[in-house]
């Protein structure tokens, strides 16, 4: 097994200029956490998210996972959800996906690899009926960007449609949900013009930004 005193080390590095740059930081985190985001984003380690916001420790509550698929059957996430909705008052979640995900390709390519067949089945539930638009295009990478946008529509309705996000609508609780992506050559991330604030219009809001995408 590999020595990994490399990563302890760089830890002490981390803290240190942590501390150097502002001495109370560890402090005044370790006493509060109140994030006003949640994000929903995939397992890809070249995707972090703090980071590619620009927020520190404490400012985004994060859940990953293969391809950022939200299941109403996943208990974990919907664990963080509704800790989020109901414990830390999140005003945002932001579903991002982003391109060249591995397991949206793997999706679409179809290729038997083993227990992650049955998660990637819901991406591959998403494409069905996008399927003639989807091989339309001129490349297959340009298919498997535009499958990585509609999957992100999709999994911001699931969130939306989650019993917690319908509970916090209905109380009066504001909350937007949002749908982005990240570009992995460039570091930038887009808006994919799906926002939903409450209960009303969620298919219509739905399909016409999936049509936008489409270019029906």
């Known amino acids: 097994m590999?020595?990994?005193?490399?990563?302890?080390?760089?830890?002490?590095?981390?803290a240190e200029r942590r501390r150097a740059e502002d001495p109370d930081f560890f402090p005044r985190l370790a006493k509060q956490?109140?994030?006003k985001y949640l994000w929903i984003g995939c397992s890809d380690s070249r995707v972090p998210a703090n980071d590619v916001?620009?927020?520190?420790?404490g400012e985004l509550f994060v859940h990953r996972n293969v391809a950022n698929?939200?299941?109403?059957?996943?208990?974990?996430?919907?664990?963080?959800?509704?800790y989020a909705v109901e414990a830390l008052g999140v005003q945002h979640v932001i579903v991002c996906g982003h391109y060249g995900c591995g397991g949206v390709q793997a999706a679409w390519r179809g290729k038997p690899l083993g227990l992650i067949d049955n998660w990637l089945r819901h991406?591959?539930?998403?494409?069905?009926?996008?399927r003639r638009q989807l091989e339309s295009l001129p490349t297959e990478a340009q298919t498997i960007a535009k499958l990585c946008e509609l999957n992100v529509l999709a999994q911001v309705v699931h969130v939306a449609r989650t019993t917690i996000v319908q509970d916090a609508w209905t109380r009066g609780q504001p909350l937007a949900i949002h749908g982005w992506i990240y570009?992995?050559?460039?570091?930038?991330?887009?808006?994919?013009?799906l926002l939903l604030t409450g209960q009303e219009n969620v298919d219509a809001v739905h399909m016409q930004a999936a049509d936008r995408l489409l270019g029906a």
Do not use: K
């Open 2 to 14: 590999p020595d990994l005193a490399d990563l302890i080390a760089n830890n002490r590095v981390w």
């Open 69 to 82: 698929v939200v299941v109403h059957t996943d208990l974990n996430c919907l664990s963080v959800i509704q």
């Open 123 to 130: 991406v591959q539930d998403i494409a069905a009926p996008h």
């Open 33 to 35: 956490q109140a994030p």
């Open 183 to 193: 570009g992995l050559e460039d570091g930038r991330l887009a808006d994919l013009g």
């Open 53 to 57: 916001v620009g927020l520190d420790p």
